[in-house]
């Protein structure tokens, strides 16, 4: 039994505010649909977002059409810690800066002086031309009162599950009307797909659900392989299990949350390695770009997961971030028992292609197979650097290409500081 009360309260704290960035997300998409009729398809959300200082990252970023903006949970932050991340993160401009409109903070409840003045402080360390908003949790509850028919009094850890399963219904109910069952199939969908790709794929299998994601072969697919960089040496030098528990728990949660928001599908956890495919069950038109641009957000993920990580133990770790594979071909989706669509897997060289490219990528670096690289448009492609062989085991010679993201950090601070 757990002794230390403190410890435990910063642990569920944790898990709180990562409880609050899926549910943000969640209410974000609902309300521009409701009130801007931005369809959720049309909603880009990206969490951890690369800022200009090495190490920062804007918790959310949101994009609807034209209108950009930051989202960043500070809920249980003193007004000083808020004040001091604001800073760390937004004093530095970078060109990005120009497009967004507003920065929301997520606060818990405080006196309408104390958010005047919070409000005031912030508003002279963004651009000028942000707006700021402060949204506390009774105003968060109030949006999920209103789109998701939930009547609670306060976010806890006792209440999340109550709170998840009501937007797992709407989520439900948006991807499949009147045939949403809540059952085994629809949960499985429903943690695969993003719900406004589930709407499209219901429609194009005939409304029936279980030839959505139906046993067979599946060609010019793409498997995304991201693996946590130095991960044997961040677990031996961790003396508590919970940091583990929160950091792995911070990776896997917005691992696929990446996945899902770029139009892939969340495949599954191996370790500390995520496995996510694009390409299935059909093959929308950009769906190569939001393969690559899924996998340099993972990086960005893996980056900040790991810095977290080194602020709570000792021992200074020679790698951090992650690296990611890539590789595109024939993907077998089968069923593990007989006539189930809700034990789902997937098998092919493709994987095995893909597991492979990650292991020869470095740290903060995407390597992806030729096929990848060609399918990319020019502006994509000129992101990578030459191409070369890679001895890929079993899988044998393959030609390959290298998108190195600290590379690219170092030439755009450069620029920024020019």
């Known amino acids: 039994m757990r002794s230390d009360a403190n410890s435990y309260c910063k642990d569920t704290s944790f898990e709180l505010r990562l409880f609050l960035e899926e ?7 609902f309300v521009h649909l409701a009130d801007d009729g931005i369809t959720p398809d049309r909603i880009r959300i990206s969490l951890e977002k690369e800022l200009a200082e090495p190490g920062c990252f804007a918790d959310i970023l949101i994009e609807a059409e034209d209108l ?32 967004i409109s507003k920065l929301v903070l997520l606060v ?44 609670m009094d306060a976010f806890s850890s006792e209440s999340s599950d109550e709170m998840r399963t009501a937007i797992e219904r ?58 946590l960089s130095g991960f044997t040496g961040y677990l031996h030098d961790t003396p508590r299990a919970q940091t583990v528990q929160n950091c792995l728990s911070a990776f896997c949660t917005k691992g696929r949350h990446q996945i899902i928001n770029h139009g892939g599908m969340m495949c599954e956890y191996l370790g500390d390695a995520i496995l996510g495919l694009f390409g299935i ?56 028992r007989p006539f189930s669509r809700t034990h789902i897997g997937a098998v092919g060289d493709t994987i095995n292609l893909a597991a492979r490219l990650s292991t020869h990528a470095r740290s903060g670096q995407v ?7 060609r399918h990319l448009c020019l502006q994509s492609q000129e992101l990578f650097s030459g191409d070369e062989d890679i001895d890929a085991k079993n899988v044998g010679t393959v030609k390959a290409w290298t998108w190195d993201g600290a590379s690219l950090r170092e030439r755009r601070l450069a620029a920024t500081e020019g």
């Open 23 to 29: 549910l943000v997300c969640d209410a974000c998409r």
């Open 68 to 99: 950009r903006y930051f989202v960043e949970v500070k809920y249980g932050y003193t007004d000083e810690q808020i004040i001091k991340s604001i800073a760390r993160k937004f004093q530095t401009p970078i060109p990005f800066f120009g497009d």
């Open 108 to 151: 818990h409840e405080r006196p309408e002086s104390s958010q005047a003045h919070l409000t005031e402080v912030v508003k002279k360390i963004v651009p000028n031309t942000w707006q700021v908003e402060l949204w506390d949790t009774d105003y968060l509850l109030s949006l999920f009162r209103d789109h998701f028919n939930v009547e």
């Open 170 to 227: 709407g989520k439900g109910r948006f991807a499949f009307g009147e045939d949403y069952a809540d059952d085994h199939l629809d949960a499985s969908l429903l943690w695969q797909f993003g719900f406004w790709r589930l709407r499209n794929l219901y429609d194009k299998a005939g409304c029936n659900k279980k030839r959505i994601l139906a046993p067979g072969n599946y060609k010019i697919s793409i498997v995304l392989f991201a693996d």
């Open 281 to 336: 069950p059909d093959h929308p038109r950009d769906y190569v770009e939001r393969s690559f641009d899924c996998a340099r957000s993972l990086v960005a993920l893996g980056e900040s997961v790991t810095n977290e990580w080194q602020r709570q133990i000792d021992r200074i770790q020679p790698v951090k971030g992650c690296h990611v594979g890539m590789a595109m071909g024939d993907i077998q989706i089968l069923s593990l």
């Open 367 to 373: 390597v992806v197979s030729n096929a990848i690289h």
